[in-house]
């Protein structure tokens, strides 16, 4: 039944974060009644990602929101980040204490994007998620023995499949064609040039930034577009793509009889590319059954907050996927 507790939820992605207050309703579901939306890229420094420079975007947001619904205390915020998995050790350590100070919150979720994802598309429900962006990760589990987890290992190491491999894979492509090498498509050459300018300044322009997975990725609907135009090589780049998505969602799979799978993440977007991977599982997975997402992270994020407040959480827990920090109201103050 409903208190009146309100949670917040926050989704950080590699160019921006979104954030949503909500009231837990008398069913225990949230309810938002508002959101913020900051195009920041997130940072990274030699403890992962950087706290302090998320505080500096988050913590304004989060006043705007406390501000415009008169809400003076947050039970609990849930925070679901990309990189969370491999970088998140500053945010655990930094993060508790202003919250504290700012929205009087007694516990602190972290999770990973993809548990956010999760937790968004299929609830409590055993399965897979593909969280498909600037990157790519697949979480799989039966709520019972822990999570199985494939690929999320980043534009420079893995995320393959992802927004930001598609950029790589184009600007090959493009710098092929002003070369003259083989496997080159002008049209994406084409692309590249419009967006970044000259080819002599491409590494200041993508090397050289913090962001590049970010600008990489931003070339994804640019290879859609050329693949729609009828470039083989745009479209062998969207089909590598698919098998790329397919094996890791498959990777995730494993162990799981005729798993719910969902696909949920602004690649999805892309013309085609949902309906190219959900063929491939079909034939790849036996049993599995293509599941239509609940809602996006940020829903996640709020019933991960949801169920913290409750005390019942039914995702299993652990850092670094998902961790939940208790007493962080006296921990702040």
């Known amino acids: 039944m409903s208190d009146g507790t309100r949670v917040a939820g926050v989704d950080i992605g590699g160019t921006g974060l979104r954030m949503a207050l909500a009231r837990i309703d008398e069913h225990g579901h949230p309810r938002i009644e508002a959101t913020a939306e900051r195009a920041t890229p997130t940072g990274t420094g030699p403890r992962g990602i950087d706290a302090e420079a998320l505080l500096r975007t988050l913590l304004p947001a989060l006043d705007g929101l406390l501000a415009e619904t008169g809400t003076a205390t947050v039970d609990t915020l849930a ?30 979720v972290l999770a990973a994007d993809a548990v956010a994802a999760y937790a968004g598309a299929l ?82 322009a993508l090397q050289l930034r913090p962001d590049r997975a970010g600008l ?19 479209t062998g780049i969207l089909g590598r793509a698919a098998e790329e998505i397919t094996d ?24 085609g590319l949902r309906e190219a991977v959900s063929d491939r599982l079909s034939s790849r997975i036996p049993g599995a059954r293509l599941h239509t997402p609940e809602g996006d992270p940020l829903l996640g994020a709020l019933r991960l907050a949801t169920a913290a407040t409750h005390g019942e959480l039914p995702w299993p827990a652990g850092p670094p996927l998902l961790h939940v920090i208790d007493g962080v109201l006296r921990a702040g103050r």
Not at 251 to 262: E, F, K, S, V, Y
């Open 248 to 271: 890791t969602a498959a990777a995730a799979a494993t162990g799981l009889d005729a798993p719910r799978i969902a696909l949920t993440g602004r690649l999805f977007h892309l013309d």
């Open 216 to 234: 990489l990725a931003s070339l994804a609907p640019d290879v859609a577009e050329t693949s729609g135009a009828g470039d083989p090589v745009a």
């Open 79 to 108: 925070v679901g980040s990309t990189g969370m998995a491999t970088l998140g050790q500053d945010l655990a350590a930094r993060l508790p204490g202003p919250l504290a100070e700012h929205a009087g919150s007694r516990r602190l």
């Open 123 to 204: 609830g409590a429900r055993p399965g897979v998620v593909v969280a498909a962006g600037t990157g790519v990760i697949a979480l799989g589990t039966d709520l019972t023995t822990g999570w199985r987890r494939a690929d999320g290992w980043g534009h420079l190491l893995g995320d393959c499949g992802g927004g930001a491999w598609i950029g790589r894979a184009a600007v090959d492509a493009a710098l092929r064609a002003h070369d003259g090498r083989a496997g080159g498509s002008p049209a994406l050459l084409a692309r590249v040039l419009d967006r970044f300018g000259p080819v002599p300044g491409l590494p200041a």
